[in-house]
């Protein structure tokens, strides 16, 4: 039943009021989903995947709420690429349940804590990386592991009772990750390109001292990534099998959002551009291929639509509308209803919306504001602003409205050069989106697009594989080698 003006006027208080246990509730559990139909076969697949229990789709239970158990699951697969040790990880899981008594539902007192005990672990390890100087392998170690341990720190702290820190926290991971890339061999490479959106730095990886061109690959970072979490998803594996590899820190991510508040684009070619036009120039590179992660995997949808110079494309795991995620549809579906009408109907409606969600947002559960905060601030400087000084959201509409802008199904239907998609069992954000994509992928030929399905039986479920980050390069980079070498 289409939606009037006048109905959505009179309903917006109570939806604002009520939205709470709706937001996000699409993407805030492990438990509870099955698994996607997929077009491809996986090599590792077994008769086993067709009778998944929900509760094995979460392959270690570290902390009782699954927003805190999901990052730490990440931190712990990290150890695949030396930026995180499990002992050090399981230590300091205990550190924070014995504190807090592992709480299914933490308060802002939990979230503190978790900030705390990441945070002093990683200051005590950059503190013994500054006195190993003699030892460039051991420093680098350690400063990759204190990287990845300020990630934690940094990807909360919105929850805690200090969300004023993020930038701070951030520069603990950015400053960690500098001084561990300068010890690697040969060392990482900063560069800085220009861009609608102003400077975007970024790092350019060589596997050897030569200036012979070599197969490139440059990975996009999703939302909330850091460049230290990109080991694993491709730096560690491209170096191994001889390829350059290339990072850059985007609109809504890293330096441009922590630094300058500067949110993401859903025209994430104009991202990759620049970046892709600086690799193309330098002599020791070959052929370039995109691999985009988590919601990177989305926004690379455009770039791979519409940048030339792209050998293939990867996008891990595969989505194409971020307004479809949303739990709160109720709420997307007025702010779409009024996409069209009078400047101050608009305006009406979005100041009543906003003020019913201020009122509801004292009586939420602190892991939904959290969910907010962070998934809001990465779309609307002013939620950023709102969410480091604790506030109720002052604009929710607009954020909302900076949400439908990502929509990328003409995106899909455009890609021409050959595209690979991921899609992982159980996956608590992207859901089935990608099987979805995969439909749409109508102008590339058949031969060259494939949908990779990353599953329990091999180890890589849960969205980005957080415990299968070999299992998914190993079939990514085989790939790539077709059409990069």
Not at 390 to 400: A, E, F, R, T, V
Request: aromatic content about 10%; glycine content about 8%; overall charge negative.
């Amino acid at each position: 039943m289409p939606i009037s003006r006048r109905t959505f006027l009179g309903s917006a208080l109570i939806s604002g009021a009520a939205v709470g246990t709706g937001v996000l509730s699409g993407c805030a559990s492990e438990s509870g989903t099955t698994a996607a139909s997929s077009a491809a076969a996986s090599p590792l697949a077994g008769a086993s995947e067709l009778a998944i229990s929900a509760a094995e789709l979460v392959p270690l239970r570290l902390f009782a709420w699954d927003g805190f158990n999901g990052e730490a699951l990440f931190a712990l697969g990290a150890a695949s690429s030396q930026t995180s040790e499990v002992g050090e990880m399981l230590r300091i899981v205990q550190t924070i349940n014995a504190s807090t008594g592992n709480p299914a539902e933490p308060q802002v007192g939990a979230f503190d804590t978790y900030c705390a005990a990441f945070g002093a672990y990683g200051d005590r390890l950059a503190q013994l990386a500054s006195q190993s100087n003699l030892h460039p392998v051991t420093a680098r170690t350690r400063y990759l592991r204190a990287s990845t341990y300020a990630t934690q720190e940094l990807f909360f702290v919105l929850g805690s009772g200090q969300g004023s820190r993020e930038e701070e926290v951030f520069d603990k991971v950015e400053s960690r990750w500098t001084e561990a890339v300068k010890r690697m061999t040969p060392a990482g490479v900063p560069f800085q390109v220009d861009s609608d959106f102003g400077p975007l730095p970024g790092w350019f990886f060589a596997p050897e001292d030569t200036t012979d061109p070599k197969p490139t690959l440059i990975i996009s970072s999703g939302s909330d990534g850091q460049n230290v979490e990109s080991m694993q998803f491709g730096v560690t594996a491209g170096l191994q099998r001889g390829y350059n590899i290339v990072l850059f820190e985007g609109p809504g991510q890293m330096t441009p959002l922590f630094k300058n508040s500067i949110v993401f684009t859903p025209d994430w070619d104009k991202v990759v551009g620049p970046v892709l036009e600086w690799t193309k120039a330098r002599k020791d590179v070959a052929k370039v291929g995109l691999v985009g992660i988590s919601f990177g995997g989305m926004l690379c949808a455009r770039a791979a639509a519409k940048l030339k110079g792209l050998s293939a494309v990867v996008l891990e795991p595969a989505a194409w509308n971020f307004a479809e995620l949303w739990g709160d549809q109720k709420s997307v579906g007025m702010v779409k209803a009024t996409a069209a009408i009078p400047a101050a109907d608009k305006a009406k409606a979005a100041a009543e919306l906003n003020a019913g969600f201020a009122q509801a947002w004292p009586s939420q559960p602190r892991t939904l504001q959290f969910t907010i905060y962070k998934r809001g601030s990465i779309l609307s400087k002013q939620m950023q602003s709102d969410a480091r000084a604790n506030k109720p959201p002052s604009d929710y509409y607009g954020m909302l409205e900076a949400l439908l802008r990502f929509n990328y199904q003409q995106d899909y239907a455009a890609i021409t050069i050959p595209t690979m998609l991921t899609e992982n069992e159980g996956d608590q954000f992207f859901l089935e989106q990608g099987a979805a994509a995969f439909t749409m992928l109508k102008s590339v030929p058949p031969d060259q697009k494939v949908l990779l399905p990353l599953t329990v039986s091999q180890g890589a479920q849960l969205h980005d594989q957080p415990n299968g980050p070999q299992v998914a390069q190993e079939f990514i980079f085989d790939w790539l080698d077709t059409y990069l070498r």
